[in-house]
């Protein structure tokens, strides 16, 4: 079955970085896109970044453009976010999900079918 699993969340202070992961499994994870979401409490869930299946073409939410970076490893089943420069109100459980259809991507939540469990991340001022 499919199995999306984050590592990577923590505390940091604002102006920091950090690095979260997300481990795919159950599904050919080059033939599909990948995507980063967040939620922070009492906020919908918000678009952060997206991969296509090759890696070869990124997408970003506005406010996290110049600061992360979305990339993968179709080698290792494996797709990253880097996040530099953090500010507080990028505190929130982060989600990596799988696109729906193979070979799309896209920044609506509709666009995917599997998430998962989230990472929580906390940027302290």
């Known amino acids: 079955q499919v199995q999306l699993v984050e590592s990577g969340g923590g505390l940091v202070q604002a102006g920091g970085s950090l690095r979260l992961s997300c481990a795919a499994s159950?599904?050919?994870?080059?033939?599909?896109?990948m995507g980063w979401f967040r939620q922070a409490p009492g906020k919908e869930r918000e678009f952060v970044a997206a991969?296509?299946?090759?890696?070869?073409?990124?997408y970003y939410g506005d406010s996290m453009k110049g600061r992360f970076t979305i990339s993968r490893d179709n080698a290792k089943n494996t797709v990253y976010l880097q996040m530099n420069s953090l500010k507080p109100e990028d505190t929130a459980v982060y989600y990596c999900?799988?696109?729906?259809?193979?070979?799309?991507?896209?920044?609506?939540?509709?666009?995917?079918?599997?998430w998962g469990q989230g990472t929580q991340v906390t940027v302290s001022s």
């Open positions: 999900a799988k696109t729906r259809r193979t070979y799309v991507s896209g920044s609506r939540s509709y666009d995917y079918d599997y």
């Open positions: 991969i296509t299946w090759s890696g070869g073409n990124t």
């Open positions: 159950g599904f050919t994870f080059n033939m599909y896109g």
